[in-house]
């Protein structure tokens, strides 16, 4: 559900004059209410845009990427209006080293240069691996210790019905066992987030085993013990439509008294999952400033059949009868957190029409959820678009006329086909849409007047400026 990820925004205020900067003068904590809520839909209209750094910005082995292109891309980004930017912070780079030995001199090089382009922050604990995923262009697994404990006890990684482990994360149900080396995983994410915390303070503002053991303990309290010994028999195999299962069909299993307690089970143990891991984020950066976001995943397929296979399958408990995301909504409105979600810039009528997809609704739902739970809602688009249909989708979203406006949007991502010619001027167009509260505007092809906004191309680690 939170695909191991939680937002910290930094906010950096350029210091008004030179020389005389203390802690006083320059704001370096982004403060609940400030920018990303105040500024945004709820109150002006305005939307705040951040934008994606490279998934390798910081590379494998903790040095940052390409310096000189970023400084140089980081300055043309603020003069298109842009908020700031958005960088996963690698649990396999950072605590690469071994247990409790955190490097984090990349990511404050980076902090540093945000601040002096006068760029917000956002900085993701990203507890999963990079890699493998639509749009990864780079590899940088779990730290080396935490894999070595993978290969002790396979059981800790998700597993499927057939024996596949999936090493990208570990899995939910060890939450609160000691794997590994003495530690929990929610006393490991923990400790990294209070390491970040103590090093960033000056800016911030056996799956099998262990799951079936949680299922057992759910069923014999349900009164049914035999519910216990497995999960549903008749849900069919990869790579197969919901009506041909006899799970996910329209009138399957699912609906049954097993299928709703199984899939009550399923979703409240990412639920709880995800709560524990906030609960520790809420701890330690409470007072700091900083506001947190957890990012939901954008899952449209077979959202038009009756089960939504594919939400079900993921662990959101959400069908044609079943309100599956305002319990997400309370739970991060319990601890005061942003929702995160993607697939802003979808249409319904560009996707599939065997997949039954809808990106649209489901969006029109999650801030519905949003609305109700009195939480805000950022954005995200789920796949790289450069398109003004596409921006237009987001500008569309974002209105306050909407159920409810967006907070902020994070774009994916910046790379050098953002800064191509065509692709950048839709770009500043839809910065400064998002900036007057959705207004669709129009930029000429040239910008021969005195605006001062310049785009340019990253060529061989050079910024390369262009009028």
Not at 419 to 426: A, K
């Amino acid at each position: 559900m939170f695909g191991g990820k939680v937002s910290v925004a930094h906010q950096q205020k350029p210091v008004e004059a030179a020389g005389t900067a203390d802690a006083g003068t320059v704001e370096r904590l982004h403060r609940q209410g400030a920018d990303w809520g105040s500024s945004g839909s709820a109150c002006s209209g305005r939307v705040p845009v951040f934008v994606m750094l490279p998934l390798d910005t910081v590379g494998a082995g903790g040095g940052l990427s390409r310096a000189r292109a970023l400084g140089a891309s980081m300055m043309a980004l603020r003069s298109a209006g842009v908020e700031g930017v958005m960088v996963d912070v690698w649990w396999g780079v950072v605590e690469r080293a071994g247990p409790g030995r955190y490097d984090w001199e990349a990511y404050a090089e980076l902090v540093r240069m945000a601040e002096g382009h006068g760029l917000k922050l956002q900085m993701v604990m990203s507890f999963h691996q990079c890699g493998g995923n639509v749009g990864d262009s780079c590899n940088i697994p779990l730290p080396p210790w935490v894999t070595e404990e993978m290969s002790r006890d396979p059981d800790i990684v998700f597993t499927d019905r057939s024996g596949r482990r999936n090493p990208e994360y570990i899995s939910l149900g060890c939450d609160m066992l000691p794997v590994l080396r003495g530690r929990t995983p929610i006393q490991v994410y923990s400790d990294y987030m209070q390491s970040f915390r103590d090093r960033f303070k000056d800016y911030l503002g056996s799956v099998i085993v262990y799951m079936m053991a949680s299922l057992k303990a759910a069923a014999v309290a349900a009164g049914k013990e035999e519910w216990g010994r497995g999960g549903p028999h008749d849900s069919g195999q990869y790579k197969q439509f919901p009506e041909e299962t006899g799970f996910f069909s329209r009138n399957g299993s699912w609906e049954t008294d097993y299928g709703k307690f199984f899939l009550e089970w399923y979703s409240g143990e990412l639920l709880g999952h995800g709560d524990r891991i906030l609960a520790a984020a809420e701890g330690i950066f409470r007072g700091t400033g900083a506001k947190l976001s957890a990012k939901i995943a954008g899952i449209h397929w077979h959202y038009g059949t009756r089960s939504h296979a594919a939400e079900l399958t993921a662990g959101y408990y959400n069908t044609r009868n079943h309100e599956g995301y305002l319990p997400i909504a309370r739970m991060l409105a319990k601890r005061g957190v942003v929702m995160n979600f993607t697939c802003m810039e979808m249409r319904d009528e560009h996707q599939p029409q065997h997949a039954n997809c809808s990106p649209e609704l489901l969006v029109r739902q999650v801030k519905s959820a949003a609305k109700a739970a009195g939480i805000e809602i950022a954005g995200e688009n789920a796949l790289e678009r450069y398109d003004e249909a596409a921006f237009s989708q987001v500008l569309g979203t974002s209105r306050e006329d909407e159920e409810i406006g967006l907070s902020a949007f994070t774009y994916l991502r910046m790379n050098k086909k953002l800064f191509e010619e065509g692709n950048w001027r839709h770009f500043v167009a839809f910065v400064k849409g998002m900036a007057e509260g959705g207004r669709r505007v129009s930029l000429p092809r040239a910008d021969s007047g005195s605006s001062g906004l310049y785009a340019g191309a990253v060529i061989d680690d050079k910024f390369v400026a262009a009028q």
